[in-house]
């Protein structure tokens, strides 16, 4: 800790948040902006790959550059580190599945999702780029100033430009199966992780398992029936892009003009809901200004200084915590209910009693 807080002197709150073979990744604040960011903190001395990596990474980084991309905020470097500061993601897809989210996307959240993912991805082709790791893991949920949900793709690490012959790069569970086996054409690789990216976010689960590579090429190879999605048009695309043989695979365009993504009056409406932060600052809300209908945290206050201002932590609800919260007043008018009839009953008693009482006198 004692080396980032030296290094990166306008930043401040420093939270490790990560951590790998060679790296930290810290969430702080932006001391002149207020607004959460990401330092990923590398050890040069005991980075075991060319630094040419790392350089490759940034510009890549650079030359995507999107709504639906991990912005690069700033570079610092010393002799010993190197900091790559981006937006900070409270959330990426696998996390979020695993403590925020208790049922799978509904088949527009994952129309959207995709939708987001492919403006990057449509660059990174154009640049001649593929990302070689796209995982659910490296599809972050970012929070704008106006509380809308966008998705950003991350981590470029592996990525490079696209060859008939690349390097083995990846996270198997997401891993085409002609990367598993070692094969030469590895161009559609990408496309067959989106396919299972799809697959968890409707199951919330992988379908292809295996403790090692090998097992993992087994089980894909192995003819088993993938589970359907109970929409015909994603089935269809999910299918198409989980093919086996490449040359069976979809291209390219075909994935981007498939018919899944033709829809009638089709927008980037905010389909997904998490929790709202503030609207300037990625931060959870404490204050509601009622002049300007705004959510708003501590930094804001002083901007809303004649407004009629309602303190209320974290008044942005999602609609899990509206469902809870309804039903939550639901058991409490249940249980208003049940004490005002015992009430009226011990009531009822009372003044039977008053009146014996007054007759026997």
């Known amino acids: 800790m004692k080396n980032i807080t030296e290094n990166c002197k306008n930043y401040s709150n420093f939270i490790r948040i990560g951590a790998g073979t060679y790296s930290n990744v810290y969430r702080a604040i932006d001391k002149k902006t207020k607004i959460y960011v990401a330092i990923k903190e590398i050890d040069k001395l005991r980075f075991n790959q060319p630094k040419e990596l790392l350089d490759n990474e940034i510009e890549i980084m650079k030359k995507i550059e999107n709504e639906n991309s991990i912005e690069l905020k700033d570079k610092i470097e010393t002799e010993e580190f190197l900091y790559i500061i981006t937006d900070y993601c409270e959330y990426d897809l696998e996390t979020y599945f695993k403590n925020k989210r208790e049922k799978p996307f509904s088949i527009n959240e994952i129309r959207e999702t995709l939708i987001q993912i492919n403006n990057t991805l449509k660059l990174m082709l154009k640049e001649k780029l593929t990302h070689r790791d796209l995982k659910p893991k490296n599809i972050l949920i970012y929070l704008d100033k106006l509380n809308k949900n966008i998705i950003k793709l991350s ?12 390097s083995i790069a990846g996270t198997p569970l997401t891993m085409a199966p002609e990367i598993l086996n070692d094969e030469n054409d ?12 799809i697959y968890y976010m409707y199951f ?8 090692n590579e090998h ?3 087994k089980d894909i190879t192995s003819g088993k029936k993938l589970k359907s999605i109970d929409d015909k048009e994603l089935n269809d695309l999910m299918n ?16 981007f003009n498939h018919n899944f993504f033709k829809v009638d009056n089709l ?15 990625s931060h959870n809300v404490n204050f509601y200004c009622q002049n300007c209908q705004l959510n708003i945290c501590e930094y804001c206050l002083d901007k809303h200084n004649e407004h009629k201002i309602i303190p209320f932590n974290n008044i942005g609800l999602n609609n899990d915590e509206i469902n809870k919260t309804e039903k939550l007043l639901q058991e409490i008018e249940n249980k208003i209910n049940y004490f005002n009839t015992i009430k009226n009953k011990i009531q009822s008693i009372y003044h039977k009693l008053k009146l014996i009482k007054e007759n026997i006198k």
């Open 155 to 166: 981590d470029y690490g592996s990525s490079k430009a696209i060859s008939k012959t690349m």
């Open 186 to 197: 590895l161009s559609k690789g990408d496309l067959w992780s989106i396919g299972i990216i």
């Open 204 to 211: 919330k689960e992988y379908p292809y398992n295996g403790k």
């Open 215 to 217: 097992m993992l090429f």
């Open 240 to 255: 198409k892009l989980l093919q086996i043989n490449v040359n069976d695979r979809l291209s390219w365009d075909q994935y």
């Open 267 to 281: 927008d980037n409406k905010n389909l997904i809901n998490f929790n709202f932060n503030c609207n300037i600052h």
